[in-house]
């Protein structure tokens, strides 16, 4: 008798602890970062679909172009949706560009899914996972 009330207690354990898994946590889609159109017109080189992947990312504008300036070390700004780099990169350049800040930015150390927000804990910037819950530091920009 003892055995059957162990195991129904262990079945309503589990059946609450699914009940409190996110529902993004559950899905199986597969996020892919949109590829950057970029093109060289002179000595610029331009990102057509910037909005695109910025909106994919979920990031503000301004962090997401920071990173760009700091990392490739010229001007840029944005025009019409469009990222308008001061000097000449190729196209795997740029899109490597998005890949590291995706990596470093946005994708969850974790489970590796793209539902996280950065906030600020205690003076320092994490990166919170709204998918498995996972936490993470983030360097600052």
Same mark, same amino acid.
Do not use: T
């Given at each position: $008798? &003892?055995?059957g009330k162990t195991l129904k207690d262990y079945s309503e $354990?589990?059946?609450n602890a699914?009940? /409190?898994i996110p529902s993004e946590a559950l899905k /199986? %889609? &597969?996020f892919e970062l949109p590829r950057a159109e970029s093109f060289i017109e002179g000595t610029k080189t331009i990102v057509k679909n910037y909005a695109q992947i910025l909106k994919a990312m979920n990031r503000p504008q301004e962090h997401l172009f920071k990173f760009i300036a700091k990392e490739i070390a010229t001007s840029a700004n944005v025009e019409g949706g469009r990222l308008v780099l001061n000097a000449r990169f190729g196209e795997k350049q740029v899109n490597?560009?998005?890949q590291n800040y995706y990596r470093s930015f946005v994708q969850c150390r974790e489970c590796k /899914?793209?539902?996280t927000k950065?906030? %600020?804990q205690q003076g320092v910037r994490m990166m919170r996972c709204e998918a498995c819950g996972a936490m993470s530091p983030v360097k600052k920009l």
């Open positions: $008798m &003892r055995e $354990m589990l059946e699914y009940a /409190k /199986k %889609e &597969r490597d560009l998005f /899914k793209p539902d950065i906030i %600020e």
